[in-house]
């Protein structure tokens, strides 16, 4: 397993699957939701509303429309009146990080998956989560974190390939 930070748009990167933030009302109109609807096209969010309602900390599994990849792993970092803390962001995190073992994915590319804490603390839980998940996996996974902000891309840089 190689795991690099790049800085970039997720969006753009040519991999098997991204990994796409999403808040549990499935809503597709800010953020990397929008762009990924906005690129894939609306399929994307046709096939994502087959979960909604979801849970914090739940994840599914879409195809990417026009995007380059062929999945898209959505994530579900915030729900609604429900409060997210470290342990509960990383494990679930790791479990729908998990899921991509079943695919017949090697190459992935990821965001930062919250922004309601400091950059740091963020990638310390998506490095712990990437380790946690594949760590076991007798495959070869290239792995980008891509991070769209060149200060926090430094940031992340520092935490997850140390």
């Known amino acids: 397993m190689t795991v690099k930070v790049i800085r970039g748009n ?60 062929k999945y898209i792993l959505h994530f579900i970092n915030l729900e609604f009146g429900k409060t997210v803390n470290y342990d509960i962001l990383r494990t679930s995190f790791s479990n729908a990080l998990k899921s991509v073992l079943e695919l017949p994915v090697n190459t992935l590319a990821l965001p930062p ?3 309601k804490f400091s950059q740091y603390i963020t990638a310390k839980i998506i490095k712990e989560s990437i380790y946690e998940a594949f760590s076991s996996s007798n495959k070869d996974y290239s792995i980008k974190v891509v991070v769209f902000d060149e200060a926090a891309a430094n940031i992340f840089k520092d935490v997850i390939e140390s």
């Open 113 to 115: 998956i919250y922004d």
């Open 10 to 69: 997720i969006i753009e990167q040519d991999v098997d699957l991204i990994v796409n933030p999403l808040n549990s009302d499935i809503v597709f109109t800010r953020g990397i939701p929008f762009f990924v609807k906005k690129e894939g096209g609306d399929i994307i969010e046709k096939e994502a509303l087959k979960y909604y309602p979801a849970k914090l900390g739940s994840h599914f599994i879409t195809t990417a429309g026009r995007l380059k990849p």
